[in-house]
């Protein structure tokens, strides 16, 4: 069995040396006036919504978890941190042009009735996470309430 301890001994070496790469885990000053309930009314039962389930990738108020810190599940949670708020910033809605804050309010909408967000792993993780479908109702609701053009206000949708 000396070709096992020599594999064990491998790996052990291997998760050592991958730690030198630490990926950068910021999070980026909060502007209040950028944030997107300075712009948007955003209802506490939606915001709870957000808070729960999205913000530590959708926002700057990431909550860093521990495993977050040993490579290589630092790569990825740096990563996905990366990706989700390139795609939608709660944190810096007021700087994203309107096309931009139009397409996410219904992609909004759209991911979670098709259930991909927030993602398979992330809820595992992080049990609190889980929507029901009452509370994707209940987003939806409020995205096409505030959505320009969708309803409340305008007379685009009416006959
Ligand atoms: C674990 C991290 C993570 C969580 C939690 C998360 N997202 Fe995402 N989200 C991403 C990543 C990464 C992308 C970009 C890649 C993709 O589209 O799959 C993304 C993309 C999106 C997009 C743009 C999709 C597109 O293709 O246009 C929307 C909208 C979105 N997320 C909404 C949400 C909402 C709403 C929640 C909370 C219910 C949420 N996300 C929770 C990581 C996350």
Known sequence: MLWLKRLVLALVVLLVVIQVVRPSRSNPVVDPKNEMSASLAVPPDVA??????????????????????VAPASWLVAFDVNQGRSELNFSEWGMADPKKRADALEGICKE????????PIYPILHPTAKL????????CRWTQTVRPGAGAGTNQTNP
């Open 48 to 69: 709870a919504i957000f808070a729960r389930s999205c913000n530590d990738c959708h926002s700057n108020r990431t909550i860093w978890p521990w495993y977050s810190t």
């Open 112 to 119: 979670l009735t098709e259930k991909e967000m927030p993602g």
């Open 132 to 139: 029901t479908d009452a509370d994707i109702q209940t987003v």
